[in-house]
């Protein structure tokens, strides 16, 4: 490794490398440091305990406050999930959060409970789709290149335009998914099945059917998933299921031992990147609520409360803390999906 | 025995240039024989497709995958036709009377297709200035990512420099990052820069490496690229830079298409960015400008619909012209670690 080779090296890769510290490196630390802080972003001065400041300006100068920010996300996440699960056995006295000088903030537990629930409903559901579908498209068929781009599409296409195309589908009078459901319900509605003033749910406009509204939405946009499985299935050894059918297995058997152990791999990488994915829903969320979080915050998801509590209420620091628990949350369940890895996914190069 | 084959099963994993195919590059339309291997399975006990012994017995191939296919063709049918229905109920939408869109109960047909929706909807708000803007930003922001990602991408497959290694795995570890955790730095240097209500915040990160994804593309596919061309070229006493210019980018065209027809959709659809820099109305892009289409007339659904379709539009139609790129490039994101 000569100088000169040394130097043009760093030179192609110096606009990533300014990329990386000017850009990256330096914000982490700036977004570490704010989120020990208290600051609206207005005057970028450090507030002095012993100038003049009125009462209602002290917001506005940098303040460190310690881990304040992350006792109030904590403390109203403890304090929200003891609301909602209320363990018989600790007396409230014992936690951390009835302690904390700074009051709980509540809403971080409502939104990553939300998010949560989306995540674990839309990325299982994703990926059962999107393997089906793969499945389906693994054939020798005539025109199926014409079926991969149907069912890949909706991934290229989502967006705004897509997102306004979903409120209309879900529009619970004049919208069409309620009106095959109306549709559907007739004949159990004749056979005293149902009740005759059954109604449709309002999706989107209610708190309860908000969240799987936006699942089937997401349901929609798995062309990405797919193609990965598609590759996958594409891979697996014909061997493998020959000699599977000697040994007489039937296709489902086929399917649990030949197929599915042989394309893990994608699954576990599907997996990762559906519940990062999932985790940091936004436009969905604030383009279907206008930026507030829908019906008792039914659809309050994590990013979007990061961005209001920044740029709505100009906590600064306390969406920085925000975003490193996300972070946080991010990273123990990539964490934990990696080290189950090891216990169910299967890689080519260890067999030899 | 052998089974029947589908005609459209031609080689079309083609387009492979001087066999620098890195590993899974032809793997998505290239054709399998399995799935016709497995066609005389599906008469095997416990299979879903049960036929009675008998007829298993009397059939041929070509009979029994008759019934296969047709069963396959039904399925896949019905699956695109509920992928297709949201697209369609818009399209319906966007050329219906308004006094058509709200009635009840509602229907996928149209008495009489309102074609002037479209230049009304289009009309209706600086909808031209909002697609002008939309490229205006995604043109340079494409291109610096498509430059600068593959640049990083050479250097860090071909190019042996100091810390190489190091800076590789920084590099992946900036993939785990969420961006939400750069969201208040980067709006605050932006802000002391003077870059707010400019398109800057949306195209300078793009010159400054493109991404780490796009990156580890570009070094993947550069590392499966012989060495003898660069010998050759290095002998003939080209630079390094001639080098990536003249061999590699012009090889590098699956990955290039990819990179950008990801990047292009990605700038088209952005929203959080815009939301968050730009203040002044005309300076929106598409996307912010369909969100305030809807909050000021989004009861005049038809017009809002035939709008989404116009946004829509280049979209696809940069999705057909670059497919067949597309889909091989992007297998490269999911098969090889």
Known sequence: MTPRQNTIGYLFAAPWLVGLLGFTLFPIVVSLLLSFCQWSGINLEFYRPGRKVAPDEEGKYIRWVGTANYRRALGGLADGAKEDFRPPRRSASGAGAARADVPPDKNVWTALKNTAYYSFLAVPLGLCVALATAMLLNQQLRGIGLFRTVFYMPHILGGVATIMMWMWVFNPTYGLFNAMLRAAARAPQQLGLLGASWQPPDWLYGQTWSKPALVIMSLWGTGAAMLIFLAALQNVPEQLYEAARVDGAGRWRQFRHVTLPQITPALFFNLVMGIIGSFQVFDTAYIMTGGEGGVNKSLLFYVLYIYQKAFHDFEFGYASALAWVLFAVILAFTLLLVRSSRWWVYYEGERR | ?337
Not at chain 2, 219 to 248: C, H, M, N, T, V
Request: glycine share 8%; proline share 8%; hydrophobic share 50%.
């Open chain 2, 1 to 337: 025995m052998k089974p029947v084959r589908d005609i459209q099963a031609g080689p079309t994993g083609g387009g492979a240039k001087s066999g620098i195919d890195p590993p899974g590059a032809e793997q998505a339309p290239a054709p399998n024989p399995q799935s016709a291997f497995r066609i005389p399975h599906s008469a095997i006990p416990g299979s879903p497709i049960r036929i009675p012994h008998s007829a298993v017995r009397n059939r041929t191939r070509r009979g029994r995958g008759f019934w296969r296919k047709a069963i396959s063709y039904t399925i896949l049918a019905s699956l695109a036709a509920a992928f297709l229905f949201p697209v369609a109920w818009s399209l319906t939408a966007s050329v219906k009377r308004l006094d058509e869109v709200y009635r009840f109960p509602p229907s996928l047909t149209v008495s009489e297709p309102q074609w002037s929706n479209y230049p009304r909807a289009v009309s209706r708000l600086p909808f031209l200035r909002f697609m002008l803007n939309t490229v205006l930003i995604c043109v340079p922001a494409v291109a610096g990512q498509v430059l600068t990602a593959s640049l990083a991408g050479y250097a860090f497959a071909r190019l042996r420099w100091r810390g190489r290694e190091v800076w590789f795995i920084v590099l992946l570890a900036t993939m785990m990052l969420p961006g939400q955790i750069l969201l208040i730095p980067h709006f605050l240097m932006y802000k002391s820069l003077g870059w707010v209500n400019t398109y800057k915040p949306l195209i300078v990160p793009a010159w400054l490496g493109g991404g780490a994804f796009f990156i580890f593309l570009f070094r993947q596919f550069f590392k499966g690229i012989p060495q003898g061309l660069e010998e050759a070229a290095r002998i003939d006493g080209a630079s390094d830079w001639q080098i990536y210019w003249r061999i590699f980018l012009p090889n590098a065209k699956p990955v290039l298409a990819t990179v950008g027809v990801m990047s292009f959709i990605a700038h088209w659809k952005e929203f959080m960015a815009p939301l968050i820099y730009l203040s002044d109305f005309e300076k929106y892009p598409i996307s912010l400008g369909l969100y305030m289409y809807n909050s000021l007339e989004g009861s005049w659904v038809n017009l809002l619909m035939a709008a989404s379709v116009v946004a829509l539009g280049p979209l696809v139609v940069l999705f057909f012209v670059a497919q067949r790129y597309f889909v091989r490039g992007m297998l490269l994101t999911g098969t090889k670690g």
